[in-house]
């Protein structure tokens, strides 16, 4: 396998965009991309584009025709939440065995205010609107059975919502910008149990592209601070008790994290930032674990104590994460990814991660899925 580096990233600000279609916005996002690398679309030989709510509507072709179609190889991609991470895996193996020299991923997504509930399109489930197999009542589970073999408190949690909701404060292209204290989030509507309305990821549209190339693309192009990929991780789920009755959330990221750090050759103490997926508070609580960034059963202390905000020990999630910047499915996996780059290049603004030169982006998606990918410079 060859090294594969980032050549360009690109990112329109989620929010909603009712006045365009899904591949306006993708096409936004890769234009951004392109001319970050220095590129034009007849330079890209292939193109992976991960897109989930419209998985049948050849989305890659359609945002092809906006940029310019060129007869290139398209390869559209749709994997639950890690769909823009799993089109960003395809564009990072076409360099990386040789087959491409230079390739194009873009995630994106429309959604408008559809809610995050999933179900596996079986209809309303028998139990209700929040029946046990849809996300939120599953998240919540999980965050229920941590504050029973740990003593976790929904205080805790809740910390989670209140630090990247700051965090996001900091990034133009989040699309919450709004801190909240913890009272608001303990206040908030409840969800379902311990999440709260603020410790749910909003839904909405967005786009974010990365252009990736062989390591003599990259000397040629003589980019001062290259970005390398150094692992691209794919897992689903084993089989375990669990998921005989209730799905299992950490088992595959603990699976795809301890691949991860061997393939990279780094552990998470060499990390120096992570993006991560807080689809609910309860989530990110439960991967500070399954990701290795601290022991088992200490996630709500040690983020009591700070370390994972920005200045802190590991920081994650300084982008504002899902629960501020924004879930629009197809684009996430991607996103998380040009937030990492972003600041191992130093280019993060206000945000900046001082002198930061490796990073994890982590994306789970239920059904199941789970994608890393550790970059380096």
Known sequence: MRDVYVLG????????????????????????ALRDAGLGIRDIQFFASGNLFQAHAMVGQRILQQLGQTGIPVVNVSNACATGSTA??????????GLYDITLAVGSEQMGKAGLLGGGGRGESVEGILGSGLMPAVFGQAGVEHMRKYGT???????????????????????????????????????????????????????????LASESVQKRKGQHKPVKIACSVLTSD??????????????????????????????????????????????ELLHYENLGLCQEGEGGVRLEEGWFDHGGKIPVNVS???????????????????????HLRGTAGDRQVEGARVGLAHVIGLGSACTIHILTS
């Not at 960003?88 to 065995?97: H, I, P, Q």
């Open 238 to 283: 084993p089989w375990t008790e669990r998921d005989l009755s209730f799905p299992d959330v950490n088992t595959l990221t603990r699976n795809a994290a301890r691949e991860a750090y061997e393939k990279a050759g780094v552990g998470p103490e060499d990390l120096d930032l992570v993006e991560l997926h807080d689809c609910f508070a309860t989530a």
């Open 9 to 32: 990233v690109g990112m329109i600000k989620f929010g909603r965009y009712p006045e365009k279609d899904v591949a306006e916005l993708g096409a936004e996002a890769a234009m951004l």
């Open 153 to 211: 408190t929904i205080e805790q949690f809740a910390l989670v919502s209140v630090k990247n909701h700051r965090h996001s404060t900091k990034n133009p292209l989040s699309q919450y910008q709004v801190e909240v204290g913890l009272e608001d989030v303990l206040n908030a509507r409840m969800v379902a149990y311990p999440n709260t309305l603020y410790m749910c990821c909003p839904t909405g549209d967005g786009a974010a592209a990365v252009v």
């Open 88 to 97: 960003l895996r395809e564009a990072y193996l076409g360099v990386a065995t």
């Open 320 to 342: 504002g994460g899902l629960l501020s910047k924004g879930h629009p499915l197809g684009a996430t996996g991607v996103a998380n990814v040009t937030e990492i780059v972003h």
